[in-house]
C-alpha cells in the first residue's frame, strides 16, 4: 500500500531515501565517544583477530561489490592481503584457506545458496568466517562463527539499495577494528576516519535534497541503447554498482569498467553520443587518481562521448569536460562510494521508471536465490 511505501510510489525510493539513517543506525553503538570501533559484538577474540594472516571476501550481485569496496580499505588501513571473490566461483576453486584465514561473507538476506555453500566450504578448511548481514537469525549468520548485522532494516525492493550502502559502513567498521586491534593504525588516525564516517549521513542527506537534475538526465537517457560507467580505486566498483542497477531495474544494456582498462579495449564501444558515467575521485592530497580519471574522461569526450560526471563539489576543474555535472559532498576517497553510488542509484530507478518498469519486483530476478 501506499502507507506501506511512506508516501513513495515505490519501495526503491523509499529505501533509497532512507539510507542516511541506515548508515546512522549501523554505525550507532558502534562507536566510542574518543573515536574507538566497539565490536564486542563480533564473536572472534582479539587472538583470532591478531592472527588472521589472509582475508577473503564473499558475495553475490550487490554485496560482491561491497566486498571489492572494502577490499581496498582492509588492504590500505589493515596491511593484510585480501581477496574478493563471487561466492558461486569460490569453492569450485579450491581456495587456499586455514586456521589464519578470515573469511567474510556479506549477504543481506542471510539466504543467498551460493554464499551459504561458499561458507560451509570455508568453515570446512578451518577458516574463520564473519557474516556481515541484514537479516537477524537467517541461515548464514547461524552457520557463520561470528556476525555484524547491518542495521538498515527491512529491504523489500528486489535490487539493493540501503542494504549496500550499510554492507559498506560495517566493512569499515571490520577494517578499523581490524586495524585498532593489531595496532596498525594509531588511535587518532582511527578517530580521524570515524569522525568522517559520522559525517556521511549528513552529506548523503544534502545529496538527495539536490537529485532532481538527475531526475532529467534521466527522462533523457531512458532511450539510449547503452550506458557505460567508468572509475578508478573504489570508484571502479561504484561504477559496476551503476551499471549493475541499470541492469536490473531498466533492462538496458551498461557495462562498468576500470576507466584505465578503457585503452585497453572498451574505448572501441564509444560512439557519438555514447553516454558514460565517469566516478571521479576526490581531488584532496595529491589528488593523483582524480587527475588519472579527469584524463580518461577527455580520452572518451574526444571519441564523442556524453559525459556524465559524479565529482566532489569545488572540483571546477572537471566541467570543462562535463555534459552533465553531478556534485557531492566531499568525502575521504575510501568512504566516497557511501556518496557517489546515490546518484547513481537514482539514475536506474528514474531511467527504469520513466521506461514504465515496476522497480520493486525487476522482472526475472529474485530478492534471494535459495539456488545454486
Ligand atoms: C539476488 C538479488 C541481488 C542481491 C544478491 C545477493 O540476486 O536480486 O539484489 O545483491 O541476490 O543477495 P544477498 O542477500 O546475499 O546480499
Known sequence: SAAEKGGYDYFMLKEIAEQ?????????GRLSERGEILLDEVRLTDQDLRDVDKVFIVACGTSFHAGMIAKYAIEHWVRIPCEV?????????????????????????????????????????????????????????????????????????????????????????????????????????????????????????????RMEEVRELARDLRTASTILFIGRHVGFPVALEGALKLKELAYMHAEGFAAGELKHGPIALIDEGTPVVCVVPSP???????????????????????????????????????????????????????????????????????????VDQPRNLAKSVTVE
Open 85 to 209: 571473490e563471487l561466492a558461486s566461483e569460490f569453492r569450485y576453486r579450491d581456495p587456499i584457506l586455514d586456521r589464519s584465514t578470515l573469511v567474510i561473507v556479506i549477504s543481506q538476506s542471510g539466504e543467498t545458496m551460493d554464499t551459504l555453500m561458499a561458507l560451509r566450504h570455508a568453515k570446512e578448511q578451518k577458516a574463520r568466517v564473519l557474516a556481515i548481514c541484514n537479516t537477524n537469525g537467517s541461515t548464514i549468520p547461524r552457520e557463520s562463527d561470528a556476525v555484524l548485522y547491518t542495521h538498515g532494516g527491512p529491504e523489500i525492493a528486489v535490487a539493493s539499495t540501503k542494504a549496500f550502502l550499510t554492507q559498506l559502513a560495517a566493512c569499515y567498521l571490520i577494517g578499523l577494528h581490524l586495524a585498532q586491534i593489531r595496532g596498525v593504525m594509531y588511535a587518532d588516525e582511527v578517530a580521524a576516519v570515524v569522525e568522517k564516517l559520522r559525517q556521511t549521513p549528513d552529506g548523503m542527506r544534502i545529496l538527495l535534497d
Open 284 to 358: 584532496a592530497g595529491r589528488g593523483v587518481i582524480r587527475d588519472k580519471v579527469v584524463s580518461n574522461i577527455q580520452e572518451v569526450r574526444a571519441r564523442g562521448a556524453r559525459t556524465i560526471v559524479i565529482a566532489e563539489e569545488g572540483d571546477e576543474d572537471v566541467r570543462a569536460f562535463a555534459d552533465h555535472l553531478i556534485p557531492v559532498p566531499h568525502t575521504p576517497t575510501l568512504l566516497a562510494p557511501l556518496m557517489t553510488t546515490i546518484p547513481l542509484q537514482i539514475l536506474a530507478c528514474e531511467i527504469a521508471t520513466a521506461r514504465g518498469n515496476d
Open 20 to 28: 542516511p539513517q541506515a548508515i546512522a543506525d549501523t554505525l550507532l
